[in-house]
């Protein structure tokens, strides 16, 4: 899979329930994209360790760090935009291909934005920089029967 095939997607409103159910619009202002999946890790030392740490895993952690085009009057740059400055939930699902084809997978997820900064390279085009960490209804999510 190349990173090209990919595909960031939002909705207007919120998941209340399964991705499934939402309307996906593609995000297509979007340079680079890094969906960040760490789990916690959480130390389980004890005197029988013969001096040695160690350690278990505990919660999962999704981030998405996102590099777009700075494009006012674009729909999916305009509500990322408005989450962020309204402290507002986003629905967004990262995607390993087209949402409408059955097998593609991703993570799909309300987010809160809590990063957007604006890049102004001298002989460049103008970018935000993006961070986006999970809310609420996350979920791993694999399209079936599209």
Known sequence: MKGFEAKLY????????LP???TWTELSIVKDITLNDELEETDVTTRSG???KATDVG????SIDLEITWTPGNGGFDAMLAAYKGRNLIAI????GDIAT?????VASNWKVTKFTRNEPLGGQ?????????????A???VVGA
Do not use: C, E, Q
Request: glycine share 10%; net charge positive.
């Open 50 to 52: 013969a001096g040695r």
């Open 102 to 106: 059955a097998g593609k997978t991703g």
């Open 140 to 142: 791993d999510y694999t």
């Open 20 to 22: 499934s159910t939402a």
């Open 59 to 62: 919660m999962r952690d999704n």
């Open 93 to 96: 699902a990262v995607m390993d």
């Open 10 to 17: 939002f909705s207007a409103t919120p998941l209340a329930g």
């Open 126 to 138: 103008v970018t935000a920089n993006v961070t986006i960490k999970a809310n609420s209804f996350m």
